[in-house]
């Protein structure tokens, strides 16, 4: 009996933190398609960047555990940041154990930097604050010399290596969607895409170009109520319902062979077409438009920046300066397109809009038939008035 009041009364001095049901995956974005408001986060990714860790706060996870390192000072990423920011706790440094300790959906509460289940203390780390992230992020900042040179180094020998092959004529697919004399969008799920699809609305409407969705990019599509025309890319990030569209798929294959998605689509069992070219799936993505007689091609969340690569993952970015360069005028890119309409509204504009809606007014009174009886009533009044007068004298 006094084990069992002692167990209680421990348990009532625990402190509450947060907690949640344990979703784990070594692949946040793959851990971001099954997660639910309120799970906890269990994650290993070294440099938590802008998408993963957009991803992580719109799914309203309760915290996030990172067996790796957040922001190792390699580069300032952003992705930390932004969820303390949102008020989200972030467990650092827990240990890749934990993962293989998770049981999906378990309970999990996280107490500054423990991490428990039940009364068991299963992990500790190191929970994350705003302006430790933002010190980090400086030192960062300062540093980013060494690994701007070594990525320069990396796109420069590709380039040298690699550039003929990327000139050189390109075998396409037996495509059924039709590219001669029309734009093509292409969309990645990166930076943005949301401000800047919302902002192309009135283009997409008028131009009708041919929506391809790279990867995720199709779910990005369907999110704006948009239908993609064509999936393309290595099919780790594509839901169900992106799949369930009647869009043509086409599997991104590396010049050495690779073919990371070939095994899910053939499990999936619906017809696909295969496109065999070097570089990332967003570049073949823009390739296979401009070979295809696209006349002007749009991208949406592409990756253009040195940080934009290390957050992927890149050591270099030789295949995106190539793809660009060989598109040359045909490309044009979408990124931070929302904030050409983000200005402030000017006082003449207001005066103009005043003095439209009284002129829209006044002409509606004008036309009306209402006014027309009211001054023909008034007209035979007068008209009467003046007989009368004249009458008289």
């Not at 009364?119 to 980090?136: T, Y």
């Not at 798929?249 to 062979?257: F, K, S």
Request: charged share 25%; aromatic share 4%; glycine share 10%.
């Amino acid at each position: 009996m006094r084990g069992l009041l002692a167990r209680r009364a421990a348990r009532r001095s625990l402190p509450t933190g947060v907690a949640g049901p344990a979703r784990a995956d070594r692949r946040t974005k793959d851990l971001i398609k099954r997660l639910e408001p309120g799970d906890v986060a269990v994650i290993d990714h070294r440099d938590i960047d802008r998408v993963a860790a957009e991803g992580l706060i719109d799914a309203e996870v309760a915290a996030v555990i990172n067996a790796g390192v957040s922001i190792s000072g390699r580069y300032p990423n952003v992705g930390p940041i932004r969820i303390v920011n949102a008020g989200i706790p972030l467990i650092d440094r827990v240990g890749a154990t934990l993962l293989d300790r998770v049981v999906e959906g378990e309970p999990l509460r996280v107490v500054d930097g423990d991490v428990f289940r039940g009364d068991e203390l299963v992990a500790s780390g190191h929970r994350l604050i705003a302006g430790e992230i933002e010190g980090a992020m400086i030192e960062a900042r300062a540093t980013i010399g060494v690994e701007l040179e070594r990525f320069a180094v990396n796109t420069l020998e590709y380039i040298q290596r690699e550039a003929r092959l990327t000139f050189e004529p390109v075998k396409l697919p037996a495509l059924t969607t039709r590219f001669e004399g029309r734009h093509a969008l292409v969309v990645v799920r990166g930076h943005d895409y949301r401000s800047d699809l919302a902002a192309l609305r009135p283009y997409i409407r008028e131009y009708r170009p041919v929506l391809i969705g790279v990867d995720g990019g199709a779910d990005a599509l369907l999110e704006m109520g948009l239908r993609p025309d064509i999936i393309i890319g290595d099919f780790d990030s594509v839901s169900d319902a992106a799949l369930a569209t009647d869009a043509e798929l086409v599997h991104h294959v590396h010049l050495d062979g690779r073919a990371p998605g070939r095994e899910a689509l053939v499990a999936l069992g619906k017809p696909y077409l295969e496109f065999v070219a070097d570089g990332t799936s967003e570049d073949v993505a823009m390739l296979l438009a401009y070979e295809a007689g696209s006349e002007l091609i749009v991208a949406v969340g592409t990756h253009a920046t040195m940080v934009e690569f290390l957050d992927k993952g890149r050591k270099g970015m030789s295949s995106t300066f190539l793809t660009r360069l060989r598109l040359g005028p045909l490309l044009v890119d979408a990124k931070g397109v929302n904030r050409l309409y983000a200005g402030r509204v000017r006082r003449l504009d207001l005066v103009f809009l005043v003095a439209a809606a009284l002129l829209a007014m006044l002409t509606i009174t004008i036309v009306a038939e209402p006014l027309h009886v009211f001054l023909d009533g008034l007209r035979l009044t007068l008209e009467d008035l003046w007989h009368s007068i004249s009458d008289r004298v």
